[in-house]
């Protein structure tokens, strides 16, 4: 039986701190970007914040800013 997995939340929201570059091949991003929708859900996080679903609509924002 898997086991249920928390995560902790990052002290900062995606567009502020340290920042990494990361590399892949485009067609990937799209695939990635959609596996980030259940981190919307705050029973994905330990002590989520209120505003958890925005951090990650950030996220993923950050992520396809460049998809047109």
Request: aromatic content about 12%.
């Amino acid at each position: 039986m898997p086991t249920y997995y928390q995560f902790p939340v990052p002290s900062n929201p995606p567009n502020a701190g340290d920042f990494i570059t990361v590399q892949f091949n485009v067609e990937w991003l799209e695939i990635i970007a959609a596996l980030l929708i259940p981190l919307k859900s705050p029973s994905q996080w330990i002590d989520p914040p209120d505003d958890i679903s925005g951090q990650v609509d950030e996220l993923i924002f950050l992520l396809s800013n460049d998809l047109d």
